[in-house]
C-alpha cells in the first residue's frame, strides 16, 4: 500500500506546484536556462527542415506501393519520386505495374538507412520511470534530430481541460501553445479525428499511427523521453519548429502533429528533440521537462 502510494507520489509530483516550486532552486543542475526564447535552438530551423524532408522521402520511396493513389492523381510527384529511385529499386518499379515487387524496409530500417541510428521505445533505465526511448542502433551526433513529439496542437485558450486530467504526456511550447501527446482515452479520440478531418481526398495531413504499435514515422516516440535527473544528465532538448507552408503535401502523411481548430490560420506547430551530446547505441534518451526562459 505504502508502496504503491510511493509510486504514484513519484510519478505525479513533477505536475504539483508546490513541489516544484520547492525544488526549483535545489534541482539547479536538472534545470535547464535559456537566456530568450529566441536563443532556444540548438540547431536551424533549415537544418530541421532538411532533415525531416531527407526522412520523410526515404519512408516515401520505401513505401512507393503503397502511394499508388497519390502517383495515379499527381504525375509529377510521380516523376520526382521516380529520379529519386536507385537503379535496382527503378527495375523492380519498372518491373511491376502495382510495384509490388520493390522490396519494403521497416520504418525502423529506413530510419537506419537516412540518418545513421534507430530508436525505438523499452522499459526505462529508470526506476519506476515506466517506458523511455533508447537509440537501438547505430550512432547520433551532438545536433541531431533525434525524435518527433507526436499530439494534438491546442493554441491559447483553445478548451483542454478533460484532454489534460491525469495526462503526463501534454507538451507546453514557450509561446503557450500545447502539444498533447497521449495515445490513450480521449486525447487519442481527439487526435483520430481532427487527422480524419483534415484529409484531403487521397492526401493525409497528419500521421496517425503513433498511436498504435507499428509506426510510419519512427521518429514519432519524443513524448515517452523521461526526464532527466542527477544521475542522468539530459541527452536531448525540445525544439519548436513550425512547418513551412512549401512543406511537401504528399510527405505530410508523416507529420505527427494535427492542430486542434482552424479557426486561426497558421502554421503547424511541431516539436522535435534534438542531441546535446553524442548519443551511442543502447544509451536512452533524457530531456528536461523544466526549461526556464529569462
Ligand atoms: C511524458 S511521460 C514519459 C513516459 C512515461 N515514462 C511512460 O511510461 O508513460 C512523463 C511521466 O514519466 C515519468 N517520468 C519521467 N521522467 C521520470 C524520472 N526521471 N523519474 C521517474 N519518473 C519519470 C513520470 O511518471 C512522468 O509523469
Known amino acids: 500500500m505504502l508502496r504503491a502510494l510511493r509510486r504514484r507520489w513519484n510519478a505525479y509530483k513533477y505536475r504539483f506546484v508546490p513541489w516544484l516550486a520547492l525544488n526549483l532552486r535545489r534541482k539547479r543542475r536538472t534545470l535547464r536556462y535559456v537566456p530568450e526564447s529566441s536563443q532556444d535552438k540548438i540547431i536551424s530551423d533549415e537544418d530541421v527542415f532538411e532533415t525531416l524532408l531527407k526522412t520523410f522521402k526515404a519512408l516515401f520511396i520505401n513505401d512507393l506501393s503503397r502511394q499508388a ?67 537501438t542502433k547505430g550512432f547520433v551526433p551532438k545536433g541531431t534530430v533525434v525524435s518527433m513529439y507526436p499530439g494534438t496542437v491546442y493554441r491559447k485558450h483553445e478548451p483542454i481541460f478533460f484532454q489534460s486530467l491525469g495526462n503526463p504526456f501534454i507538451f507546453r511550447c514557450i509561446d503557450g501553445i500545447l502539444i498533447d501527446g497521449n495515445d490513450k482515452g480521449i486525447s487519442r479520440s481527439v487526435y483520430r479525428s481532427c487527422s480524419r478531418r483534415d484529409r484531403l481526398g487521397p492526401f493525409q495531413m497528419s500521421d496517425e499511427s503513433w498511436l498504435t504499435a507499428a509506426l510510419q514515422n519512427p521518429l514519432a516516440v519524443g513524448q515517452y523521453v523521461n526526464n532527466c535527473s542527477h544521475e542522468k544528465a539530459a541527452n536531448v532538448c525540445y525544439q519548436e519548429f513550425d512547418v513551412p507552408e512549401y512543406f511537401p503535401v504528399e510527405l505530410k502523411q508523416y507529420l505527427p502533429n494535427i492542430v486542434y481548430s482552424h479557426d486561426i490560420e497558421s502554421h503547424l506547430r511541431c516539436v522535435v528533440l534534438v542531441t546535446l551530446r553524442d548519443i551511442k547505441q543502447g544509451e536512452e534518451l533524457f530531456s528536461n521537462y523544466y526549461t526556464v526562459v529569462n
Open 69 to 135: 493513389h497519390i502517383l495515379a492523381l499527381l504525375p509529377e510527384i510521380k516523376c520526382k519520386y521516380l529520379g529519386l529511385l536507385t537503379v535496382e529499386q527503378k527495375q523492380s518499379t519498372v518491373n511491376s505495374h502495382n510495384h509490388q515487387s520493390q522490396r519494403v524496409l521497416s520504418p525502423e530500417e529506413v530510419l537506419f538507412n537516412t540518418l545513421g541510428f534507430s530508436i525505438t521505445r523499452d522499459q526505462s533505465s529508470l526506476v519506476s520511470a515506466g517506458t523511455g526511448v533508447f537509440v
